[in-house]
């Protein structure tokens, strides 16, 4: 969708397809950068990962390219499909190259960190019953459950391969932090698959203290191992690795923060699924939890309507948007996010990182908050 | 099922209640031997593996506790259940002794196979819609789909761990060789969908070739990994390690050739699955693909009758099973998995192993064609 078809969307409350949090603006300087490094690390890694892929059968291999966005579900190479923007391979190399060492150093890790990206979404889509991602159905839907499990399992594997099999006297530290981010997802998959079963309210309702675990789990886990591995690989001094571990957490609870935000109130087109989709389908993101944790009247309507079997469709969804908003759950969230980038800040300038690769990393920071990628 | 029923069974063709292959007889010497060693070994495994499941969450711990046989759905220890012999944990703990080091060296590798194993069987359990698992509810009819999944990623993930935080300058190398494991169990698992698939006589029709490649990737090459594990772990050469995994890989053949006949001809009491179960099911067995690959009246009219859309239930089952004897398939069965047998006793006496350690893998090996466990 482009800016002159936003002009027409309807009123705010319906549908504000807008850039989560803040009204339409000309994008924010970083934007332009960040697109651009992310573009350059997945080019890097492109070859390695097809690579890797080339390793497996040919019919799980198929699957592989399928959730890669390489291939359509035929098999034919696909133009539309999207991978996704590579964040955490980025990481990984941008990692390498703050701590002294080449982006391609850290390949076997922007690979291994993809591959169990990939391997996350695509169970994940399972548990959930999410027929779609990125625009197209999920492997699930595409090929059966049976196959998408065994495909999962093919990509996880692979992505512990790949790092065991990198060169160097660091590819064991490696590994062995990749195995422990990889039993922290399960971790946060679970707390979340449990979270969405919790009350909305009352002594033991869903609370902002247990969603930053269940996303430092979920999504901080593994952009943490991402940063880690670049600098594992890159041969930096442990202090570091765990410092750019911890700047990589923060980023990923910021980036799920952000995620809660578009999973509202973002253009349908950028996301891939309708307006309000997450309130929709009643999941516990932060900006609800927000809203809940405040109080004034907003709040209680809100609270009321969640609790309530009334279906959250159409105009009910958009009401109960304008409540999370008017309770201050959507400032809240903006400012958790804020918080969490300037603590990712804070870690990677305490690298001292070169400063090529800083101004890469910061304008990827910079980016996240009202990032359009 | 106890001896004395055994007697009271109905005629061999409709259900031949005997240890697969030949009549009841006393067990052979072999057995006792193997039972008790196997008894050892998962002694002296249990408290490793309590400990690394100790380390899921509390709901993917249930669910692996679940799956290893330690405990009902819900959670309460279960005498009944059982998690089988541990053949592979057995495998890692006997050839690090076989190098001359000590089981418990091996603990993170027999830890790490007995969790592949698990893992493995549950998500396979998804993709082949088995309802049962060891006379129980398989962990997706107990749990549902999306939390057998994730208990199967848990499993693999921890699997990985344990090994990966094995003391020793040995623990790198041994990550290694269990990643191309999972990778090659993937591969296993999908050629044994694909091979279902496949027609049972013309051209494309399955083969002994492509039905030994399978079998060596799903069964050989964790039996292979189990056996090079413990080597590894236990300091051997390169090439005693090689020779230990190429004993594993013919023990994992010749283990799923007896599962074959214990598919059709095992005793219910000891499988745990109705008598003539695999040709049921249709399943694209060794004894039926070596029935197959013959000639003469009962080869055709098997053909006929697997290519016929006709339920193989009660007696036509029990009459395809008289077919596969007849045309040779069982015999061909235990003649493989002797040969398989006699390959991997070979590569056991070349890498001159430990005394005892040769007796007890002599004992297990011994035992196998007509395992009763």
Redesign the interface.
Known sequence: MNRAARTTAPPAREAPLTLPGHPATAPPPDTARATAVLARCRELTRPALVDAVG???P??GRMAAYALGWRDAGGTPDPQGSGGKGLRQALALLSAEAVGATGATALPAAVAVELVHTFSLL?DD????DPLRRRRPAVWRAYG???A??A???L???A??SL??APGDR??AA??HL??T??A???G???D??FEELPWTGPDAAGLAAYRAMAEHKTGALLGCAAALGAELGGAPQATVAELDRAGRHLGVAFQAVDDLLGIWGDPALTGKPVHNDLRQRKKTYPVLAALAGAGPARRELAALLDSDKPLEGATAAHAAALVDEAGGRAATRAEASAQLDSARACLRAVRPDPAAARDLDALVGSLLDRAW
Chains 1, 2 share one sequence.
């Open positions: 390793r497996l059968d019919w799980t169970h399972i548990m959930d019953g459950v049976g196959p499990v065994l999962g399992d093919a996880h594997a692979l512990v391969q065991a099999e590819a064991p590994v062995r195995s422990r990889l039993t997802l399960v971790r998959q679970a707390d698959l449990r």
